[in-house]
């Protein structure tokens, strides 16, 4: 846990509030989220990396990679999104990372970005299984520009 802690303090991240939204079977506020079945989701970094504003600059027509540990628990595999969200609803005009079949344990960098100037402030990453149902919803409040 304080290993955790640590990375997420370097990424000058803070644990947000827990809760349930509706429409997603899982969907937790903070840096770390997981599951009963033993499905976890934990954002570790961003490239580039929060200013000491706090704020994530990015040029236009560059991505934002998320860096997430992630475990997967169905052995058939499932797909992990990193996406955009402005005022809780998709940002338009991203483009985004597509995803191969994950199992087990490991570590993945999703990335969207923007054509033109834009504003990002929360994050969300999600596990869907390989028939494209959402299972784990992990969403941050984040400050992402790019200009």
Known sequence: MK???????LVGLALALVGLVAGCPVCVY???????????LEIVGFDP???????????????????????VAPTQGARIFVRPL???S???D???HPSPLYTGSGAMSGWF????ASTVDQVRVEI????????????????????
């Open 94 to 96: 991203y483009w985004a």
């Open 90 to 92: 998709l940002t338009p």
């Open 30 to 40: 903070g840096a770390f989220a997981s599951s009963r079945a033993g499905d976890s």
């Open 3 to 9: 290993e955790r802690m640590r990375r997420v303090a």
């Open 113 to 116: 970005g923007f054509d033109a």
């Open 49 to 71: 990396a929060p200013g000491t504003d706090g704020v994530i600059r990015v040029p236009i027509g560059e991505q934002l990679n998320v860096h997430v540990d992630y475990t």
């Open 128 to 147: 869907e299984d390989d028939t494209g149902n959402e299972y784990l919803t992990l969403i941050l409040n984040i400050n992402a520009v790019w200009e």
């Open 86 to 88: 402005t005022g809780g």
